[in-house]
């Protein structure tokens, strides 16, 4: 949204004499070469006599990709998202087998067969969609290409164990991508579950259990007996009901790969995810870089299908390549256009990976601050000892200032992680490790995605680095 001073002057016929001494009247000092944003240019026309009008750069996207918002008569109740999570062993497997198990309706043809990455199960007349891969690491790592596919989490506590480093990750993912989480505490058939003591640790999150005045719905169950599950799904529906989640079912197909792999006799197979609109047979697609015309649909139950609608789950043939997980995907009418709208991401990918956009670092924290792009510093805190990992913690976000807040996201115990550097990737956070280091895939990681991670072995060093930084006043890396 802006000009040359001479450009302007020569569009509008004018000397740039002219247009210099206009400017001048209003207070701008410019010369020919200068460049003047799009209200100024419109001011000097107007005095000139001229009117101006924004050029309206249409790029292939907006051609091909159809973004018009849905007008609210033509949006339906759409099915609920859900991702179960927890720490390893406390049941997410178990649970999403049993869901699985339990909810095939006798005689329906075929019967759950496969697992594609996502299954429909029916509530009492509800639809609901699970996603198939347990854990925040998937859920995460779609998050981090962009996907926001999931409308709420299970979180599975096993009853006789408690909350476990990878129960914080998963409450602290569910928090950072803003979704409601219901507690399902598992394993009740044995005799040394505790559920109470479970209520007790969940209050240290802020998830304070309704019967204790707070807004965690928390459902004691058993995966391996089933006990409790049937009031868990009607807890799912229930809260996805009060977030009134709707879709046009009539309009061309958007949403998100959520599994994607190379078949030796069929090619790409890739599993999608509709979330708005119908998905049919027959579409030209593209996901992320790949483009390609849908030869043939499968449901979660191995059926055929020839078309699928909102929250609905697929596995589709046809893709040229294999798309990655998390990416998004559209159908779209001009299958040209669509390849040449793949070619210029790709080529973008290329220039992207030796750049920083949108990324934080220590390094570019004062600038951003100054831009005005930032208001809050978000930090991923891990360290050797929980006693350090909460005192790094509160240190740091009292150098909170006018400009900045510091918030620290994550605050947890143990090496630095690759689900660390996903969630830091996700919410344009800075990792600070404190007696820490990372393991050999969070290094990969931050490396690829460009994630800022800082070790310490000294508190105040921590402290005095961030807000020398915040300050601009980062001593300078050799
Ligand atoms: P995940 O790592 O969270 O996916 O956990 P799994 O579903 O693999 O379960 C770990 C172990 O706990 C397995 O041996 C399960 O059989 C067992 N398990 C899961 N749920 C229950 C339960 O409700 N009761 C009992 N007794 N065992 C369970």
Sequence with gaps: ??????????????????????????????????????????????????????????????????TTEDKEEDLIPRAPVVVVMGHVDHGKTSLLDYIRHANVVSG????????????????????????????HEAFTAMRARGAMVTDVAILVVAADDGIMPQTVESINHAKAAEIPVIVAINKMDKP???????????????????????DTIICPISAKTGEGIDNLLDMVVLTAEMRELKANPNRSAHGAVIEARLDKGRGPVATLLVQNGTLHQGDVIIAGTAVGRVR?????????????????????????????AGDDFHAVADERMARELAEQR????????????????????????????????????????????????????????????????????GAINESDVMLA??????????????????????ARMKVDMRMYRVIYDAINEIEAAMKGMLAPKF
Excluded at 16 to 25: D, F, N, R, S
């Design 1 to 66: 949204d802006e000009i040359g001073v001479g450009e302007l002057a020569s569009r509008m016929k004018k000397t740039g004499a002219e247009v210099v001494k206009t400017l001048m009247k209003m207070g701008v000092m410019a010369s020919l070469s200068e460049i003047i944003d799009y209200d100024t240019a419109a001011l000097v026309a107007m005095e000139l006599g001229c009117k101006v009008e924004k050029e309206v750069v249409v790029t292939i996207e907006e051609k091909l990709i159809d």
């Design 108 to 135: 329906e043809a075929g019967g759950i067969t496969q697992h594609i990455g996502a299954y429909q199960v029916d509530v009492n007349g509800s639809p609901v969609t699970f996603l198939d891969t347990p854990g």
């Design 192 to 214: 040394t579950a505790n559920p109470e003591r479970i209520k007790q640790q969940l209050t240290e999150y802020s998830l304070v259990p309704e019967e204790w005045g707070g």
């Design 296 to 324: 043939a649909m499968t449901n979660d139950k191995g059926q055929k299908v020839t078309e699928a609608g909102p929250s609905v789950p697929v596995e589709i043939i046809g893709m040229s390549e294999v798309p990655e």
């Design 346 to 413: 790709k080529a973008e990918q290329k220039s992207s990976m030796n750049s920083n956009v949108g990324k934080v670092t220590l390094e570019d924290l004062f600038s951003q601050i100054q831009a005005g792009e930032m208001k809050n510093l978000n930090i991923i805190v891990k360290a050797d000892v929980q006693g350090s990992a909460e005192a790094v913690k509160s240190s740091l976000e009292k150098i909170s200032n006018e400009e900045v807040r510091v918030r620290v996201i994550h605050c947890a115990v």
């Design 425 to 446: 990737s996700t919410s344009g956070a800075i990792i600070v490790g404190f007696n820490v280091r990372p393991d050999a895939n969070a290094k990969d990681s931050a």
